[in-house]
C-alpha cells in the first residue's frame, strides 16, 4: 500500500469555429493537486500491477471569444474535488528502478452549468527510482 501526491496539467482543448461574418474560439483548461491511495500485488521480483483511487482538487478554466463585426468574450471558473482512479503495472529493473506504465480517469471534472464537464483519461509511462 502507498499514499500519492502530485500536481496534474490535464491540459487545454480548444475548438475554433466560424459563423457567418464571425470567427468563434472556445478554450478549456484543467490542473491540479491530485491526492490517492495505491494498492499493489507484486508478482515475483520483476512484476507489480496496482490500482489506485483518490481525489483530484480540479482546477477548470473556460473562455469563449466572438470576433467579427460584434465582439464579444465570456470567461467562468470552478475549483471542486473530483474523484480519480486508475490501474497500471510496474516492472522493476533492479531492486530501485522500474518502469511504470499507467491508465488514470479524473471523473466528471468541471461544473456542468458553468465551464462545462468532463472525464479526462491520462495515460502514463514512467521511471521510477526507490531510495
Not at 470576433?67 to 475549483?79: P, V
Request: glycine share 12%; aromatic share 12%.
Amino acid at each position: 500500500m502507498a499514499f500519492e501526491a502530485g500536481w496534474v496539467d490535464l491540459g487545454e482543448f480548444k475548438y475554433t469555429g466560424q459563423l457567418p461574418g464571425r470567427t468563434f474560439t472556445e478554450r478549456w483548461r484543467a490542473q491540479g493537486v491530485n491526492l490517492a491511495g495505491v494498492m499493489s500485488l507484486p508478482i515475483g521480483q520483476n512484476f507489480a500491477p496496482f490500482v489506485k483511487a483518490g481525489l483530484l482538487r480540479a482546477e477548470v478554466r473556460a473562455e469563449a471569444q466572438v470576433s467579427g463585426s460584434q465582439n464579444a468574450s465570456a470567461s467562468a471558473s470552478d475549483t471542486s474535488w473530483r474523484p480519480n482512479y486508475g490501474a497500471g503495472l510496474v516492472y522493476n529493473l533492479n531492486p530501485s528502478v522500474g518502469i511504470r506504465a499507467e491508465i488514470e480517469r479524473f471523473h466528471k471534472i468541471g461544473e456542468s452549468k458553468t465551464t462545462g464537464s468532463a472525464s479526462v483519461d491520462l495515460y502514463t509511462i514512467g521511471l521510477m527510482y526507490r531510495f
